[in-house]
């Protein structure tokens, strides 16, 4: 029995030591004063100091989270609206309808959306660029949204909603002071997964850029197409600190968030 109990351990020891053991391989090399990935020679802070020094690489860093900022506000917006509509659609048939259709949008290969985009930006004339990357980022991020939020949505006692209709609560005090606190962790899981998805994303936004304007993804394929660079890896450890950052953080704002209701229980 006891062997039983730790093969799942095992288990997951193996994954996260496949998962995680090149990207700790490439941020150890990024400290190699040499020029490669094969011997390293000394400690050194020089790819990192080229990563700050390289202008047009900080102008794609804060492109890169500015698309990803304002398509995760937008999507969250648009995804908890899509939500909430599908929630209170009464007609069972059009609502399994949309549903599927949502969930078709999810498991779409990234190719297909970025060259249906592609396409659909040179027919209406759409200069490929920032406009182009913003609104491919909010296309692709509002069936997430909509997902994180929906069961929050099926977690709610219906009661609720007419117990504060009956106690002379407008609708929108219903909305504002009922539901949207209710969804609230389903909201922000909504808005960091978009936000990781668009900071992440290559595929999509490698058919929707134009010239003159690129993003952190794209920007790394182009520098490793062209050789083995420490300066990749150096900006990757970065990426990766970053991330972890921001997972470490929603999970203490969602603590945070969950800290009053367990002390209410109590």
Not at 215 to 230: D, F, K, N, P
Request: proline residues 3%; glycine residues 8%; without cysteine.
């Amino acid at each position: 029995m006891e062997r039983i109990g730790k093969l799942p351990k095992l288990y997951l020891a193996v994954v996260f030591i496949i998962l995680y053991a090149p990207i700790f391989y490439l941020i150890f090399y990024s400290f190699n004063s040499g020029g490669g990935m094969t011997n390293f020679e000394s400690f050194t802070w020089e790819h990192y100091a080229a990563v700050f020094e390289d202008k047009r690489l900080i102008v794609i860093v804060l492109n890169t989270i500015i698309i990803a900022l304002l398509s995760a506000l937008v999507s969250t917006a648009i995804g908890v609206m899509g939500a909430l509509a599908i929630y209170f659609m009464r007609n069972q048939g059009m609502k399994n309808a949309v549903l599927s259709l949502n969930n078709i949008l999810m498991v779409s290969p990234d190719v297909i959306i970025g060259a249906s985009f592609l396409i659909l930006f040179t027919m209406i004339g759409v200069k490929l660029g920032f406009a182009s990357v913003l609104i491919s980022h909010i296309a692709f991020s509002i069936p997430i949204v909509v997902i994180m939020v929906l069961p929050k949505l099926s977690e709610m006692n219906p009661t609720l909603i007419d117990a504060a209709l009956d106690l002379g609560a407008t609708r929108k005090d219903v909305m504002t002071r009922v539901i949207l606190p209710f969804i609230q962790p389903g909201i922000f899981a909504g808005f960091f997964l978009a936000l990781t998805y668009s900071l992440d994303d290559f595929a999509v936004t490698f058919f929707v850029t134009g010239n003159g304007f690129s993003t952190l993804s794209v920007e790394i394929y182009s520098m490793a197409r062209t050789g083995i660079s420490l300066t990749i890896n150096a900006l990757s450890g970065i990426i990766f600190v970053v991330t972890v950052a921001l997972v470490l953080g929603y999970y203490a704002l969602n603590r945070k968030m969950k800290a009053p209701l367990t002390g209410v229980k109590k």
